[in-house]
Nanobody, 115 residues
Framework: QVQLVESGGGLVQPGGSLRLSCAAS????????MNWVRQAPGKGLEWVSV????????NYADSVKGRFTSSRDNAKNTLYLQMNSLKPEDTAVYYC????????WGQGTQVTVSS
């Protein structure tokens, strides 16, 4: 079955960087657009980014534009989110989400930005 496993979260100081990974299995990863979505404590879900199946097109929420970069390695069935210049308001659980007619979510990885 479809499985998405995020990793790479942790505690980082403001201004720092983290790279999240999402290992995908159970579907043809290279044919699906993929998203990153986050949920801050006590808040609703916020879409962060999307990347097309080939990795040539990306789009970002205004809140992360210029600081976050989504990429993918279709040979490794892995999605990435490089996060730079992190701010306390980036603190959230980050999920990778498979696009298409039957979305699927990973379990999420916690990112905490604090001094």
């Amino acid at each position: 079955q479809v499985q998405l496993v995020e990793s790479g979260g942790g505690l980082v100081q403001p201004g720092g960087s983290l790279r999240l990974s999402c290992a995908a299995s159970g579907f043809t990863f290279s044919t699906y657009w993929m998203n990153w979505v986050r949920q801050a404590p006590g808040k609703g879900l916020e879409w962060v980014s999307v990347i097309d199946s080939g990795g040539g097109m990306t789009n970002y929420a205004d809140s992360v534009k210029g600081r976050f970069t989504s990429s993918r390695d279709n040979a490794k069935n892995t999605l990435y989110l490089q996060m730079n210049s992190l701010k306390p308001e980036d603190t959230a659980v980050y999920y990778c989400v498979k696009g298409g007619d039957v979305p699927a979510w990973g379990q999420g990885t916690q990112v905490t930005v604090s001094s």
